[in-house]
């Protein structure tokens, strides 16, 4: 009778020694070897920049950062006929005006990317260099629009032109080039350009507006 009674005992006394240690493992897991359980409370969401100016930043220092955007908006096949027009310069700026009339001026450097970036003219669309570049091919046309000096190369006759005159950039009247008749008679697609897509328009910011100071009548 004893033994079972030893038997009853040592079992409730197990189980709740097993209960007791279940809940041990649990809360250890959960809340780690401290008594405040930090790791239970929910997490706290942060964004990635402060919700709130600190004080330090006054409202003027805060306007000496801010720079005003001086791009112009601007079709790119007038960027390039204004450059053609403007006698082709590689460094030095030339005028143009961009949509909503006003007076600017840009440089080489925003031409050539327009010759070179893919998903430009039309999304998917391949840039220019990939098939007129250096590499000269068949499909290239002996046109190279790699760079500055090579486009200037390519404004001699190229071979296959279906446009009125047979300059790459017209001999300055950008209307009759090969170029123009390209891009707007022809328009492009992801394989190249084809006379049965639409033209293209791009309308991008390049240049920089100018700053017309105006002049003062002499007082009577």
């Not at 897991?29 to 919700?51: H, Y």
Request: proline letters at 5%.
């Amino acid at each position: 009778m004893n033994d079972v009674r030893k038997m009853i005992f040592g079992a409730i006394i197990g189980l709740f020694v097993f209960v007791g240690l279940m809940i041990a493992i649990v809360y250890v897991s959960s809340c780690g070897l401290t008594l405040t359980c930090n790791q239970a409370e929910p997490k706290v969401d942060r964004t990635p920049i402060p919700t709130l100016i600190l004080a330090s930043h006054s409202e003027s220092q805060m306007g000496d950062e801010i720079t005003e955007f001086n791009k112009c908006k601007v079709n790119a096949v007038d960027l390039i006929g204004a450059w053609v027009a403007a006698g082709t310069p590689e460094t030095g700026p030339f005028p143009f005006t961009d949509v909503n009339g006003e007076s600017c001026q840009g440089t080489y450097a925003e031409i050539q990317p327009l010759f070179v970036e893919n998903s430009l003219w039309k999304p998917g669309a391949l840039g220019c260099t990939s098939c007129h570049n250096a590499d000269l091919t068949d499909r290239s046309k002996g046109l190279d629009l790699s760079s500055y000096d090579a486009v200037l190369l390519g404004s001699r006759r190229v071979a296959g032109s279906t446009s009125k005159g047979n300059d790459l950039l017209g001999n300055g009247d950008w209307e009759e080039s090969v170029l123009y008749g390209v891009l707007v008679n022809q328009g492009l697609v992801p394989e190249g350009h084809s006379a049965d897509a639409p033209a293209d328009v791009l309308i991008l910011f390049a240049g920089e507006k100018v700053v017309v100071e105006a002049t003062s009548t002499p007082a009577q």
